[in-house]
C-alpha cells in the first residue's frame, strides 16, 4: 500500500511539473519571428486578410510575425510545405476552402489537411463575386451576361486562383446551372488572376470578394453578382445570384490558421486567444467589413468539425460536376 501511495504522489508531482513547464511554455512563447505560410501568391484574398492580421499580431505579440507565399497546385504547395515544417510554434499555415477540395482532385498529396495540421481558427469567410472586365464585356447584369456566354459558347474564359480552387469550382458551378461553356485558365493565385483580369487578358473571374473589392470600388471592374444568401454591407447595391435570377448559386471561401501537427498544445491555445482578440480589433473588423467578410467566431475542435464538413461537401460537388484538372 505504501508502494502504491508513493506511486501515486509521484504520478501528481510529475503531473504538476508538466502543467507547469507547459504554461512556462506558453508564456515564453514566442521568442522569435513567427511566419505565415500562405499557399498562393501575393496580393490575392488570402493576403486581403492574412497581411492586416499578421501586422496586428506583430503588436500583441511583439515578435514579427511574416508572410511568406509559397504559390502553387491550387494552394497544394504551400501546404505541402507547412505540413513538413518543424511544429515548434513559429511556422503556421494559412489554409483556405480550396484545401477542403483539393483531397478530391489531387490523388496523390502528401499531406492530409484534416489529419496533418491542427486547426487553430477560422479567419474570415468572404463570399464569391462574379466580377468582369467592363472593357471586354459589355454585360451589365448577370442576365445580360448569362444570355451572351449561351449565345456565344467557348468563346469566353475565365480565370481562377488555379485548379482545384473554389474560383475554379465556382465556375465550373456556374456553367452547370446555366449550361454554358466558358473556358477555364488557371493562374498561380488570386493575385496574378486579378492582375490579368483587370489588363483585360481574361474578361470574368469568379472571385472571392476578399480580392475584388478593391478594384470593383475603382471602377476597374464590374461586379454582376455575390454567391451569397443576402446581400452584404460593403456592397448593398449589388445583388445577390438569387436576386439577378441564378437561384441556387452560392458559393463562399473561408481562411483560416493552421498549425503543424505535433505543435504544442498550449501555443496553438495561446494563438487562437491572440486571433480572437485580433479580430476585435476595430480596424481589423473594419478591413473585414470592407472584405465583405463577417468576423468568425470558430476555433480549435469546431473549426476541424467544420473543416471536415467541407471536405465532405466539396467531394461531393467534385463527383457531381465531374470536375477534372487541367
Known amino acids: 500500500m505504501r508502494i502504491k501511495a508513493v506511486h ?31 499557399p498562393f501568391a501575393a496580393g490575392g484574398g488570402t493576403d486581403a486578410f492574412a497581411r492586416p492580421l499578421a501586422a496586428q499580431l506583430d503588436t500583441q505579440l511583439g515578435k514579427r510575425v511574416i508572410i511568406e507565399n509559397r504559390a502553387g497546385a491550387g494552394g497544394t504547395v504551400g501546404a505541402s510545405a507547412a505540413a513538413k515544417a518543424a511544429p515548434d510554434g513559429y511556422t503556421f499555415f494559412m489554409g483556405a476552402a480550396h484545401h477542403a477540395i483539393a483531397p478530391s482532385l489531387y490523388p496523390n498529396l502528401d499531406y492530409d489537411i484534416e ?16 466580377v468582369v472586365n467592363p472593357d471586354k464585356v459589355a454585360a451589365k447584369t448577370l442576365g445580360e451576361f448569362i444570355a451572351y456566354a449561351k449565345a456565344n459558347p467557348d468563346k469566353l474564359s475565365y480565370g481562377s486562383a488555379g485548379a482545384g480552387t473554389t474560383h475554379h469550382l465556382a465556375g465550373e458551378l456556374f456553367k452547370i ?54 446581400r452584404v454591407a460593403a456592397f448593398p447595391d449589388l445583388p ?12 463562399a471561401t473561408w481562411y483560416g490558421l493552421f498549425a503543424p501537427k505535433g505543435t504544442p498544445p498550449d501555443v496553438v491555445e495561446r494563438m487562437a486567444k491572440e486571433l480572437k482578440a485580433a479580430l476585435q480589433v476595430p480596424a481589423i473588423k473594419e478591413a473585414w467589413e ?30 457531381e460536376a465531374n470536375v477534372k484538372l487541367d
Open 8 to 38: 501515486v504522489a509521484l504520478l501528481a508531482i510529475m503531473a504538476g511539473c508538466s502543467a507547469i513547464t507547459s504554461g512556462a511554455h506558453a508564456q515564453a512563447w514566442p521568442q522569435k519571428q513567427v511566419t505565415f505560410i500562405v
Open 115 to 130: 489529419k496533418d495540421f491542427v486547426p487553430v481558427a477560422l479567419i474570415a469567410r468572404p463570399p464569391q463575386v462574379i
Open 177 to 230: 446551372l446555366t449550361q454554358t461553356k466558358i473556358q477555364h485558365v488557371p493562374y498561380r493565385g488570386a493575385g496574378p488572376a486579378m492582375q490579368d483580369l483587370i489588363a483585360g487578358h481574361v474578361p470574368v473571374v469568379f472571385d472571392g470578394l476578399g480580392s475584388s473589392a478593391a478594384p470593383i470600388r475603382a471602377g476597374q471592374l464590374r461586379a454582376l453578382a455575390i454567391a451569397a444568401p443576402k
Open 240 to 251: 445577390t445570384a438569387a436576386e439577378a435570377g441564378l437561384p441556387n448559386y452560392e458559393v
Open 290 to 319: 470592407r472584405n465583405g467578410s463577417d468576423v468568425p467566431d470558430v476555433a480549435g475542435a469546431d473549426f476541424g468539425k467544420m473543416v471536415s464538413t467541407e471536405v465532405a461537401r466539396w467531394r461531393k460537388v467534385v463527383t
